[in-house]
């Protein structure tokens, strides 16, 4: 498993990865894709094999969902006021511990940092249109 960070998120999160065993991960900022639109990191994503990672779970997941396969999406959701580094780091590890000998493909895996800072933690599968 690979993973692609969105520019929402901090490229401390690539270099976790990196760190965690999955040496292919990166930040779009680090491959030329910044500002670029969420559609043409989709299909960067898909095309080179990454579970794309992202804040932005209302338009990320839609744009899977249009798709025949994909490699996976993990988004990291966070109440209002609580996002920072410290807590864009944690929900990355609790996500990747997640995964663990999992198969994320056509898949969400949602992390969710609620304002009573509780964590919450959804997969599902994407539909087809």
Not at 21 to 29: L, R
Not at 66 to 88: F, K, T, W, Y
Request: hydrophobic share 45%; aromatic share 6%.
């Amino acid at each position: 498993m690979k993973f692609l960070i969105d520019e929402c998120l901090s490229p401390t999160l690539a270099a976790i990865a990196r760190k965690q065993g999955f040496p292919e991960s990166t930040h779009v900022n680090w491959i030329g894709l910044r500002s670029r639109k969420d559609w043409l990191l989709v299909r960067r994503a898909i095309r080179d094999g990454f579970v794309l990672v992202t804040n932005d779970a209302v338009d990320f997941t839609s744009l899977m969902e249009r798709e025949r396969g994909h490699p996976g999406l993990v988004c990291i959701n966070v109440a209002h006021g609580l996002m920072s580094l410290d807590v864009q780091t944690k929900l990355f590890e609790h996500a990747l511990a997640q995964l663990a000998e999992v198969d994320l493909a056509d898949q969400v895996l949602e992390v969710t940092l609620t304002p009573d800072r509780t964590v919450r933690v959804g997969r599902y599968v994407t539909r087809v249109r």
